[in-house]
């Protein structure tokens, strides 16, 4: 699953490729930079080196062959379909099954090492939205809120984000960090909605809050306590042996209650690891019974046409009485005045 960071990085270590079948050592299938920069002459079993004038295809099937006659392929569901298609060729008497899920079943848990790891990754998105947050003044485009945001994650020990960063605005203002209005000036009165993740050793965080430039709509803050009182439902209802489904019912009763439901256009919030996005999908069709250990977004919004746009979001896992957050950032209403 070559695509996933995560699918291989959970049992391996490193992104690239392997063919692991039972009794057996894995045959990895590596570009020949990767054996000459990153292996430094180590053993580590059988490597197929694929050079840039080899005849790739012949290579990948050579491999494939060499573990017999295989009956069923499992790879992952976001396996290039290049690949799927060569392990046709290479072994046409072979099932190829989606293997996503029983990946799944080993990861969503998290032990109280990765906890620790995505606590270190949420505090690390924390400080860059502390360290970023007086800089939402009118004047300031997306853009620049996006490069601060960023260069804070690198110092504080993320080299990467575990999503692409996105800032913006919605309602009377409608400024975007990924599209051209993020080189415009933010006006007085916009409210910045942050949308950016952190990776710790390998494991993601996803984190969200929204300040305002200047004064803020008079429905603003009103929104703004539904917001939250959607998130604390969402996390009060986190409880192991919840279904995925009763949670983000519980997070959106409070912003249907304000008569404000259409304006939550989205899931409370998904799986969250190694991967950015990983299953259980905290939304109304997944009916995934929640365990103690799993961890999700919990990431209530409201995107009102033509007033205003305000959002949040933490990392939760689930707990006996409750969610428990991994972010510690204030959760408190920001308006730069």
């Given at each position: 699953?070559?695509?996933?960071?995560g699918?291989?990085?959970?049992?391996?270590g490193w992104?690239?490729?392997a063919?692991?079948?039972?009794?057996?050592?894995?045959?990895y299938?590596?570009?020949r930079m990767y054996?000459?920069?990153?292996?430094?002459g180590?053993d580590?079993?059988?490597?197929?080196?694929?050079n840039e004038k080899?005849?790739?295809?012949a290579?990948?099937?050579?491999?494939?062959s060499s573990?017999g006659?295989?009956?069923?392929?499992a790879?992952?569901?976001?396996?290039?379909?290049?690949?799927?298609?060569?392990l046709?060729k290479?072994?046409?008497n072979?099932?190829?099954v989606?293997?996503s899920?029983?990946v799944n079943?080993l990861?969503?848990?998290k032990?109280?090492?990765?906890?620790?790891?995505?606590?270190h990754?949420?505090s690390?998105?924390?400080?860059?939205?502390?360290?970023?947050?007086?800089?939402?003044?009118p004047?300031v485009?997306?853009?620049?809120?996006?490069?601060?945001?960023?260069?804070?994650?690198r110092?504080l020990?993320?080299?990467?984000?575990?999503?692409?960063?996105?800032m913006?605005?919605?309602g009377e203002?409608?400024h975007?960090?990924?599209?051209?209005?993020g080189?415009?000036?933010i006006?007085?009165?916009e409210?910045?909605?942050?949308?950016?993740g952190?990776?710790?050793?390998g494991?993601?965080?996803d984190?969200?809050?929204?300040?305002?430039?200047?004064e803020?709509?008079?429905e603003?803050?009103?929104c703004y306590?539904?917001m939250?009182?959607?998130?604390e439902?969402?996390r009060?209802a986190?409880?192991p042996g919840?279904?995925a489904?009763?949670?983000?019912a519980?997070?959106?009763?409070?912003?249907?209650?304000?008569g404000?439901?259409?304006?939550f256009?989205?899931r409370?919030?998904?799986?969250?690891?190694?991967?950015?996005?990983e299953?259980?999908?905290?939304?109304?069709e997944?009916m995934?019974p929640?365990e103690?250990?799993?961890?999700?977004?919990?990431?209530?919004?409201?995107?009102?046409?033509g007033k205003l746009?305000?959002r949040?979001?933490?990392?939760?896992?689930?707990?006996?009485g409750g969610?428990r957050y991994l972010?510690?950032?204030s959760?408190?209403?920001?308006?730069?005045?």
């Amino acid at each position: 699953d070559i695509p996933s960071f995560g699918n291989v990085h959970y049992a391996h270590g490193w992104v690239t490729g392997a063919l692991i079948a039972p009794d057996r050592e894995p045959v990895y299938v590596l570009p020949r930079m990767y054996v000459a920069f990153h292996l430094w002459g180590r053993d580590i079993g059988e490597v197929v080196t694929v050079n840039e004038k080899d005849d790739g295809e012949a290579l990948f099937g050579k491999a494939i062959s060499s573990l017999g006659n295989l009956s069923l392929i499992a790879v992952g569901a976001r396996t290039w379909g290049e690949a799927v298609i060569e392990l046709g060729k290479a072994a046409p008497n072979a099932e190829i099954v989606n293997g996503s899920p029983i990946v799944n079943e080993l990861r969503r848990v998290k032990s109280e090492r990765e906890l620790a790891l995505m606590t270190h990754a949420a505090s690390i998105a924390d400080r860059a939205m502390a360290a970023t947050a007086a800089k939402v003044q009118p004047g300031v485009t997306m853009v620049e809120l996006h490069e601060e945001v960023e260069h804070q994650l690198r110092a504080l020990g993320s080299r990467l984000p575990s999503f692409p960063t996105h800032m913006f605005s919605y309602g009377e203002h409608s400024h975007d960090s990924q599209a051209a209005s993020g080189l415009e000036p933010i006006a007085e009165g916009e409210p910045v909605m942050f949308d950016f993740g952190a990776v710790w050793q390998g494991y993601c965080s996803d984190f969200g809050r929204t300040i305002v430039a200047g004064e803020p709509h008079p429905e603003y803050e009103r929104c703004y306590e539904i917001m939250l009182a959607a998130q604390e439902a969402g996390r009060a209802a986190s409880v192991p042996g919840a279904l995925a489904s009763e949670v983000n019912a519980a997070c959106r009763g409070p912003i249907e209650e304000a008569g404000l439901g259409e304006t939550f256009r989205h899931r409370m919030g998904h799986g969250i690891g190694v991967d950015v996005h990983e299953w259980p999908f905290i939304s109304e069709e997944d009916m995934t019974p929640l365990e103690a250990g799993m961890t999700f977004t919990d990431e209530p919004s409201i995107l009102w046409d033509g007033k205003l746009g305000v959002r949040i979001e933490d990392v939760v896992v689930c707990a006996e009485g409750g969610g428990r957050y991994l972010n510690e950032h204030s959760r408190e209403s920001v308006v730069n005045r």
